[in-house]
């Protein structure tokens, strides 16, 4: 029997996996400083010596010149000799005084990092790793010509999304629209990446927590008497998609 030639195999590299599994060093670093505002006081007074920084700041000097560098290698800051400042991404976008700042959004990822960590807990059980937070009020006011779900649905249960549509219906004034902002997926549930991971982030954090498709919300909002249906992803960095219809 001839032997199959294996010599025209591309090589299989491990770097993929390597960088995966350290990718939270890099997202510890952001937050942390951001967190300790090193970028908002470089905002301030321009290019500074890590011990200036950690003065400022109040901080250990040896632990600043550590987690400068560790910025700097990121691309979130910049460094000339003993010297450092913000890149433009990160005065645009991490400096609170930026009409485009950031730094608020990504402390939601603060807020959950630790319950990452317990995953394997929750693929065993099923259930959250930590107390689910309660974001929605009992009954909605009657006659709204507007009524808006802000990033709230991706932590109910289909049951509960359409029976809370349906309320908003009912208490929807005729021609009166709903507009509906959260994180969704495909019909796939595999794209855009970002939001398949935040499902399992959510099934970590709330007990009915995942995210659905724009269609699984079409077919939400028709059950619930809304028409003329639109939705699309807002502009990036931000993760999320607005949809809205209305009530005829």
Not at 150 to 173: N, P, R
Not at 194 to 205: G, R
Request: net charge negative; charged share 20%; hydrophobic share 40%.
């Amino acid at each position: 029997m001839e032997k199959s030639d294996n010599s025209q195999k591309k090589p299989v590299s491990p770097q993929r996996i390597m960088d995966t599994a350290s990718a939270f060093y890099d997202s510890s670093v952001l937050l942390t400083a951001s967190d300790l505002g090193i970028f908002a006081r470089l905002s301030e007074v321009g290019a500074a010596s890590t011990d200036a920084i950690a003065d400022i700041c109040g901080l250990n000097r040896r632990a600043t010149r550590l987690l400068m560098d560790a910025c700097a290698t990121l691309g979130l800051l910049s460094k000339e000799g003993d010297s450092y400042s913000n890149t433009p991404e990160t005065a645009a976008f991490l400096v609170p005084a930026s009409p485009s700042d950031l730094s608020q959004a990504i402390r939601y990822n603060r807020d959950v990092y630790a319950v990452w960590g317990k995953l394997g807990e929750f693929m065993r059980t099923g259930k959250p790793v930590e107390r689910p937070e309660l974001h929605l009020g009992m009954v909605f006011p009657g006659h709204n010509d507007i009524l808006i779900f802000f990033g709230v649905l991706h932590q109910e249960s289909e049951d509960s999304i359409v029976s809370l549509l349906k309320k908003a219906y009912d208490a929807t004034a005729p021609g009166g629209i709903i507009y509906v902002l959260d994180m969704m997926t495909d019909a796939t549930r595999t794209q855009p990446k970002f939001s398949a991971l935040f499902a399992v982030n959510m099934a970590l954090t709330a007990e009915h927590g995942w995210v659905f498709s724009d269609q699984n919300l079409k077919s939400w909002l028709a059950e619930a008497g809304f028409v003329d249906f639109s939705c699309q992803p807002l502009p990036p960095p931000m993760p999320h998609w607005l949809a809205s219809a209305c009530k005829p």
